[in-house]
C-alpha cells in the first residue's frame, strides 16, 4: 500500500528561525511528489511539484528538495504568515497520495 | 490562474437528508475532477475520481450509493451526499486539473463543512 509519512507532525519557530520539514514516501511508480500549503478551514494551496531525484525547487522563503527515498521543504528565515500546515503527496499512475501535514507556527 | 470554487462553503443538515456540494474550475476545462474528504488533522483521502460524461471511480470502502458523483460539463461536478448520517460529517473537497496526465497539478476548492446533527 502506497504510504506517505510527515515529521514532525507540528513545528513551533521563532520569527527567523530556519528549520525543514520531512516527507517520506513509499509510493509504487511514483511519477511526482507535490508540497501543498493548507490554511485552517480551507483548501490546500499548490506550491511545487518535483519529479525526479536531486531536483530542486525555490519560492520566496521556502525550497524543496526530493531524494529516492524522501522530500525535505526547507523555510527559511520565515515570518509569520508562513504559518500553515504543509503537505506532501506522491502521485503514480493512479492517484495522489497525501501525507497527514506539518502544521507550522511562526511566532513574532 | 487555476480557481477552483465550491458550493456551499458549510452546511448543516439533519439526519435522513440529502446534501449536494457543486465544485466549479471557474478559468479553465477540468478532465478530471476529484473528491476528497478530510478529517481533523489527517490526511486528505481520496473518495472518487471523475470525468466528465462518464461515471465516477470510486475507492475501495467508499460507498458509490451514498456519494453519488455527477461530472456534468467540463467545469463542473457534484457531490451528493445522500441520506447523511452525523459519521458523513467532515470536510469535503474537491480538486481539479486541466491535463490528462497523472503529473499534472490538481488545483483544490476551498472546501465545503458538513455537519449532520
Known amino acids: 500500500e502506497d504510504q506517505v509519512t510527515q515529521s514532525p507532525e507540528a513545528l513551533r519557530l521563532q520569527e527567523g528561525e530556519s528549520s525543514s520539514l520531512n516527507c517520506s514516501y513509499t509510493v509504487s511508480g511514483l511519477r511526482g511528489l507535490f508540497w501543498y500549503r493548507q490554511d485552517p478551514g480551507k483548501g490546500p494551496e499548490f506550491l511545487f511539484t518535483l519529479y525526479s531525484a536531486g531536483e530542486e525547487k525555490e519560492k520566496e522563503r521556502l525550497k524543496a528538495t526530493l531524494t529516492k527515498k524522501e522530500s525535505f521543504l526547507h523555510i527559511t528565515a520565515p515570518k509569520p504568515e508562513d504559518s500553515a500546515t504543509y503537505l506532501c503527496?506522491?502521485?503514480?499512475?493512479?492517484?495522489?497520495?497525501f501525507g497527514a501535514g506539518t502544521t507550522v507556527t511562526v511566532r513574532a | 490562474g487555476a480557481v477552483v470554487s465550491q458550493h456551499p462553503s458549510r452546511v448543516i443538515c439533519k439526519s435522513g437528508t440529502s446534501v449536494k456540494i457543486e465544485c466549479r474550475s471557474l478559468d479553465f476545462q477540468a478532465t478530471t475532477m476529484f473528491w476528497y474528504r478530510q478529517f481533523p488533522k489527517q490526511s486528505l483521502m481520496l473518495m472518487a475520481t471523475?470525468?466528465?460524461?462518464?461515471?465516477?471511480?470510486?475507492e475501495q470502502g467508499v460507498e458509490k450509493d451514498k456519494f453519488l458523483i455527477n461530472h456534468a460539463s467540463l467545469t463542473l461536478s457534484t457531490l451528493t451526499v445522500t441520506s447523511a448520517h452525523p459519521e458523513d460529517s467532515s470536510f469535503y473537497i474537491c480538486?481539479?486539473?486541466?491535463?490528462?496526465?497523472?503529473?499534472?497539478?490538481?488545483?483544490f476548492g476551498p472546501g465545503t463543512r458538513l455537519t449532520v446533527l
Open positions: 471523475s470525468n466528465e460524461g462518464s461515471k465516477a471511480t470510486y
Open positions: 503527496a506522491g502521485v503514480n499512475d493512479y492517484k495522489l497520495s
Open positions: 480538486s481539479a486539473k486541466k491535463g490528462g496526465t497523472s503529473t499534472d497539478t490538481q488545483y
